[in-house]
């Protein structure tokens, strides 16, 4: 087998209870299969899943408040993972801990941590120098290192793979080093976590063989590539191609405006091509953790490499513009009605940064808040998910439990819940339609 085919579960077995060492180290115990450092948004569903496959599983976060969240069943999850989480911790195989030292306990670890950029778009790489260095001090032999967390190309030989050696250990004999970049969609119950390929990369041939092993304790299929760069690079090329498009979507948008065309008829009619097309949709901005943060580490590292990357550059300028574009729509809007910006009541509704999540990851919501109160609005926001908000202002907003009685002169359609209604808005209430799909309100105009 080669090291660019995909291998599935039944190509090496179902895992067994204790799996197989390499001969140097079989003689030691570990009392978890597993254990996962982060448990955010990809780090908890991770570790459910592994406990799910019946792996003994060490969930680590040095926060002691978000342990207290998942003990008390408040973490935002998927329902299938609710069901999980609600077994795992009335099992003795599954431990929640803020303690590095059980690492040394773990046949595996995983490092699952976040990676966002700092208000200059610049990657802010400490949570993931900090997870690294800590698995690394309290790495022992016969380990399976690996790194999840989206970075630049050559960030898992940085942070794992050189102060490893450094410590004396041979990589791909005493430890092994992969990276594996997470594949989870928060909110998303169309695709499983565990059907969702995993793409990996190890150090050397035998670290690639380990973490296969180790990934398919719980997903299905495992595509292996050559080297830890080409698993880091996958990553990159599968969040910009959707930052590109995403740019492209909201281009498309401005022009069938222009052209008094309706844009989600639009795409609605280029997807039904079976082939050569793949719908994004336009919108209010980007958020999460991957599609704003995940390029600019490509274009941080090229900037080094004195390499140029101007249609990614240009999306990113273009996304990072979209909520700014919002709040002089609002403006627009406004002034078309024959009111200013100044004192009027203004409502968004959904903070989200996507449907069906309780996740302000980035959201454009934040920044379209802080420019309208910026432009003298009196700001109300409606979102079940939340009972206030921090701006990045440091304005701390805190949100309205019934819409209507705020009686909103403009009301902005940010985030739109499946689980949230809206006949609450009146007929005589403009609405800013940043989804393009809410055909069902009165008095609607689009972005």
């Known amino acids: 087998m080669t090291t660019f085919e995909s291998i599935t579960r039944t190509d090496i077995g179902e895992p067994a209870e204790s799996w197989d060492r390499p001969a140097a180290t079989t003689a030691t115990a570990f009392e978890y299969d597993v254990a996962i450092v982060g448990l955010g948004y990809?780090?908890?569903?991770?570790?459910?899943?592994?406990?799910?496959?019946?792996?003994?599983?060490?969930?680590?976060?040095?926060?002691?408040?978000?342990?207290?969240?998942?003990?008390?069943?408040?973490?935002?999850?998927?329902?299938?993972?609710?069901?999980?989480?609600?077994?795992?911790?009335?099992?003795?195989?599954?431990?929640?801990?803020?303690?590095?030292?059980?690492l040394r306990k773990a046949a595996a670890v995983i490092v699952c941590v976040p990676t966002p950029v700092d208000e200059h778009l610049i990657p802010d790489l400490s949570i993931l120098r900090a997870a690294c260095a800590m698995v690394v001090d309290h790495a022992v032999a016969g380990q399976v290192l690996m790194l999840t967390s989206t970075s630049y190309v050559g960030c898992t030989d940085d942070l794992l793979v050189k102060p490893l050696m450094e410590r004396g250990y041979t990589v791909g004999t005493d430890v092994f080093v992969a990276f594996?970049?997470?594949?989870?969609?928060?909110g998303n119950a169309a695709f499983d976590h565990d059907e969702v390929p995993r793409v990996v990369g190890g150090a050397t041939a035998q670290c690639e063989e380990e973490a296969s092993k180790l990934l398919l304790r719980y997903v299905t299929k495992v595509h292996r590539v050559r080297s830890l760069a080409a698993a880091e690079m996958t990553k990159l090329l599968e969040n910009t191609f959707r930052a590109v498009n995403i740019a492209l979507a909201n281009e498309f948008a401005d022009i069938c405006k222009a052209l008094d065309l309706n844009i989600a008829d639009v795409v609605d009619a280029a997807s039904t091509k079976p082939y050569g097309y793949m719908p994004f949709l336009p919108g209010p901005g980007v958020g999460g953790h991957c599609i704003p943060c995940d390029p600019h580490y490509l274009l941080w590292q090229l900037r080094k490499q004195r390499v140029a990357a101007p249609m990614i550059t240009q999306a990113m300028v273009e996304i990072a513009a979209r909520p700014n574009r919002v709040v002089d729509r609002a403006q627009e809007v406004l002034s078309g009605a024959g009111s200013g910006m100044l004192g009027t009541r203004v409502l968004v509704v959904g903070i989200a940064y996507k449907p069906d999540v309780a996740d302000l990851r980035?959201?454009?919501?934040?920044?379209?808040?802080?420019?309208?109160?910026?432009?003298?609005?009196?700001?109300?926001?409606?979102?079940?998910?939340?009972?206030?908000?921090?701006l990045p202002s440091g304005i701390l907003l805190t949100g309205v439990t019934d819409p209507a009685a705020f009686e909103a002169e403009l009301v902005v359609l940010h985030t739109r819940h499946a689980d949230a209604p809206l006949g609450w808005i009146a007929p005589h209430q403009l609405v800013l339609d940043t989804t393009y799909r809410g055909t069902d309100v009165p008095q609607r105009v689009i972005l």
């Open 42 to 102: 990809v780090g908890l569903p991770t570790a459910l899943a592994y406990h799910g496959a019946d792996s003994r599983v060490l969930a680590l976060d040095t926060s002691e408040r978000r342990l207290a969240v998942i003990r008390s069943h408040e973490a935002d999850l998927l329902e299938i993972d609710h069901a999980r989480l609600l077994r795992a911790l009335d099992h003795p195989g599954f431990v929640l801990s803020t303690d590095p030292g059980e």
């Open 180 to 186: 594996s970049a997470e594949r989870i969609d928060p």
């Open 362 to 390: 980035e959201s454009p919501a934040l920044e379209i808040l802080d420019g309208l109160i910026e432009r003298g609005a009196t700001v109300a926001f409606f979102d079940e998910h939340f009972d206030s908000v921090r």
